[in-house]
């Protein structure tokens, strides 16, 4: 004989969802403090960790967090230890689906139903486009499912190989534009988030050997980079990352109000003198050619902009 007792994809959230609330044990918030616009580092580290999370960004605009970028390992723990909820999110934005940018998705949508917008890069034959990573993910006979009980995501793909700007969202607050970096044979992202006056940019990884990039952050109030390789470092990694001089190159030719060091990956914890092991050589190489404001990314640092 069948038994009666099936349960649905959506009774199955609701079950879990009550036995979290009940069970969870309280965790403290690092929420930032109020501002017209806050850009607030989610992960700073690569992909090696060093006691940071993986890549993730999150703006807020009046407090609350409307547009994020990137979702690395540990994003998740970091995003609810900030203080923000996925309700909020209206865009979430991915440069590029190694799972050190992208990994935490599916933990940061289980459990909370959104009809946001997820951008990604157009695919190759060994990467997915983001249509086909929400598909495959989410979709009806995705991975995850249950996660959006198979209705999939909300995606928009943005042709890589596109050399102007596309706009992914609008409204009457942010403004979120994405253009294609090279990111070696890897289709990637970089991002620029306009809220009226405020500009925010996201090199994503990249090797710096597209001017277009600089001119798409022209002027941004923060460019945010993530500087992942030695000056010395030769080889495939050069097709990939770029050095600390051209990262500094970058910020003087895009005339940047704040250059924010990220992605350090192997780059450990501050020490008991507050100094960051082997990123010196780094910083000498990157002030070589950038002599403006810089500050180095730490997980849930909070930059106020706007007034």
Request: glycine share 10%.
């Amino acid at each position: 004989m069948k038994s009666n007792h099936s349960i649905t994809a959506s009774s199955l959230l609701a079950l879990l969802s009550m036995m979290l609330f009940v069970s969870a044990p309280a965790t403290a918030e690092v929420a930032c403090e109020p501002g017209p616009v806050v850009l607030q580092v989610l992960g700073s580290g690569g992909p090696r960790g060093m006691g940071r999370a993986s890549a993730g960004y999150l703006v807020r605009i009046d407090g609350v967090g409307r547009v994020m970028v990137d979702a690395g390992g540990g994003t998740f723990a970091r995003f609810h230890e900030a203080g923000a909820s996925v309700a909020d999110l209206e865009v979430l934005a991915l440069s590029h689906f190694h799972a050190d940018h992208s990994s935490e998705v599916p933990a940061l949508l289980w459990l909370k139903p959104t009809d946001m917008l997820v951008s990604g890069p157009s695919g190759s034959d060994s990467y997915p486009s983001a249509s086909e990573y929400a598909a495959d993910m989410f979709g009806p006979e995705g991975v995850y499912r249950a996660v959006t009980d198979g209705k999939g995501l909300n995606a928009v793909t943005v042709d890589v190989s596109q050399t102007e700007p596309t706009e992914v969202f609008a409204n009457e607050s942010p403004r979120v534009n994405a253009i294609g970096v090279p990111h070696g044979p890897v289709p990637a992202l970089g991002y620029r988030v306009d809220i009226g006056d405020v500009s925010i940019a996201f090199s994503s990884d990249q090797n710096g050997s597209d001017p277009d990039f600089a001119e798409f952050a022209s002027g941004v109030d923060v460019l945010v980079v993530h500087v992942a390789v030695p000056e010395s470092m030769s080889g495939f990694a050069n097709t990939l990352h770029a050095k600390p001089s051209v990262w500094g190159q970058m910020a003087t030719d895009a005339d940047v109000g704040l250059l924010v060091l990220s992605h350090l990956s192997n780059v450990a914890p501050r020490n008991a003198d507050g100094e960051l092991a082997g990123f010196d050589e780094k910083l000498a190489n990157l002030r070589s050619t950038y002599k403006g404001p810089l500050r180095i990314a730490e997980d849930l640092m909070c930059i106020p902009l706007g007034s």
